[in-house]
């Protein structure tokens, strides 16, 4: 395969991991009140789109001209970036578990009840196989293969035209395992996957492991607390790729050296977002912090959005961009933090940002709302 064609108590401690992330309802604290501010620049909402309810992050995809959403109910759209128009919809039939996967011309998506790997093209489902073991991360399709990482650590290898098992990985490892989407995604001629704190290469023809580094050293007093899988999406440069280890670190790792650059400290459990010199990651309390992508100092932390339930970050024009628990995004300076702009949702929390080629700001929020923006001209 070239680089030319890529593009229990287990169970019950995740659950526990999971609640950590999302942090204790009767304990935190109330969301920091937002002071006023003059806004910098005008932006205008372009079109919205009304969805059934997301009850956890299905991260859009964006491909070509279309946003591709899907709703925890298992209704899949392809959206008109441009207008909001829907184009097509399907319905799987089941609720989802796992955000939607793409790669040339096909779509995937993971059932939650029924736990089938489904593939979808232009709107149709072209095949659909059972899977073992829950799946929260989005499958990856590349090379004519459809790669599935389940919540134990498993990968499995599908042949994308037909379905058939072509392989299968599982690393003897911790019996813990992190409720939440991974890092599955290709590099040149190999398969980049997080088991646990630990990035492997992995051969896709065959699964064997080429490589194999640490992002994080497990820390902790028990087994909840030394939990410390490699959180994705990761962000990629060339053939260095950045991310972030649960409540342990951020760091990035080259790929073509397998060498790790840099980690450092960070407690929180949310993807980052980076551009070409900064990494930018939220906290468990909600700090957002910038580090530089060189050599991971910090450049600046601000406290202003903490205990805001802050959706992952990112990068928009010359910001970065956060929603919160009560819809908001949060547009702020890429190069100290300070509030640009605010736009409001639908009020209730933001799921994911996501940035299109045209320099559009789409935000998708828990009842289902899609948002699109785009900044005034001038």
């Known amino acids: 395969m070239t680089s030319r064609r890529w593009g229990s108590r287990a169970l019950g401690a995740a659950f526990t991991a999971l609640a950590l992330l999302a942090g204790c309802s009767s304990t935190r604290?109330?969301?920091?009140?937002?002071?006023?501010?003059?806004?910098?620049?005008?932006?205008?909402?372009?079109?919205?789109?009304?969805?059934?309810?997301?009850?956890?992050?299905?991260?859009?995809?964006?491909k070509g001209d279309e946003l591709i959403v899907a709703a925890s109910s298992g209704i899949v759209r392809g959206v008109s970036l441009d207008r909001g128009e829907v184009k097509w919809s399907l319905d799987l039939k089941s609720p989802l578990s796992a955000a939607v996967g793409s790669g040339d011309q096909r779509l995937a998506v993971v059932t939650r009840d029924t736990n089938h790997l489904v593939v979808?093209?232009?709107?149709?489902?072209?095949?659909?196989?059972?899977?073992?073991?829950?799946?929260?991360?989005?499958?990856?399709?590349?090379?004519?293969?459809?790669?599935?990482?389940?919540?134990?650590?498993?990968?499995?290898?599908?042949?994308?035209?037909?379905?058939?098992?072509?392989?299968?990985?599982?690393?003897?490892?911790?019996?813990?395992?992190?409720?939440?989407?991974?890092?599955?995604?290709?590099?040149?001629?190999?398969?980049?996957?997080?088991?646990?704190?630990?990035?492997?290469?992995?051969?896709?023809?065959?699964?064997?492991?080429?490589?194999?580094?640490?992002?994080?050293?497990?820390?902790?007093?028990?087994?909840?607390?030394?939990?410390?899988?490699?959180?994705?999406?990761?962000?990629?440069?060339?053939?260095?790729?950045?991310?972030?280890?649960?409540?342990n670190t951020v760091g990035c790792v080259d790929a073509q050296t397998t060498r790790v650059q840099w980690t450092a400290n960070s407690t929180g459990g949310q993807p980052i977002a980076a551009d070409a010199e900064l990494l930018f990651s939220t906290d468990d309390m909600d700090r957002l912090s910038a580090h530089r992508r060189r050599n991971g100092t910090l450049a600046w932390s601000i406290d202003a959005l903490l205990y805001r339930t802050l959706s992952a970050p990112a990068r928009?024009?010359?910001?970065?961009?956060?929603?919160?628990?009560?819809?908001?995004?949060?547009?702020?300076a890429r190069d100290?933090?300070?509030?640009?702009?605010?736009?409001?949702?639908?009020g209730s929390p933001v799921i994911a940002v996501r940035v299109a080629p045209n320099d559009t700001l789409l935000a998708v929020t828990r009842r289902g709302g899609v948002f699109a923006y785009r900044v005034n001209a001038s």
Request: net charge positive.
């Open 29 to 62: 604290p109330d969301p920091t009140p937002l002071k006023a501010y003059t806004p910098a620049f005008a932006a205008r909402q372009v079109w919205s789109l009304r969805t059934e309810e997301v009850r956890f992050p299905l991260i859009p995809v964006i």
């Open 120 to 247: 979808v093209q232009q709107g149709r489902e072209l095949w659909r196989s059972p899977l073992v073991g829950r799946v929260m991360t989005p499958p990856l399709l590349a090379g004519e293969r459809v790669f599935v990482l389940s919540t134990d650590r498993t990968v499995r290898a599908f042949d994308a035209a037909a379905g058939q098992l072509l392989w299968t990985f599982k690393r003897p490892g911790d019996p813990l395992a992190l409720l939440q989407t991974g890092v599955l995604v290709p590099y040149q001629d190999t398969l980049l996957v997080g088991q646990g704190a630990r990035l492997l290469g992995l051969d896709p023809l065959s699964g064997k492991i080429r490589w194999d580094v640490a992002m994080a050293s497990p820390r902790g007093t028990n087994e909840v607390e030394r939990l410390a899988d490699l959180v994705g999406p990761a962000v990629r440069d060339g053939s260095v790729f950045c991310l972030r280890s649960f409540q």
């Open 316 to 332: 928009w024009r010359d910001a970065v961009v956060v929603g919160d628990g009560e819809g908001i995004l949060h547009v702020l």
């Open 336 to 346: 100290d933090g300070r509030t640009l702009l605010r736009l409001n949702t639908d």
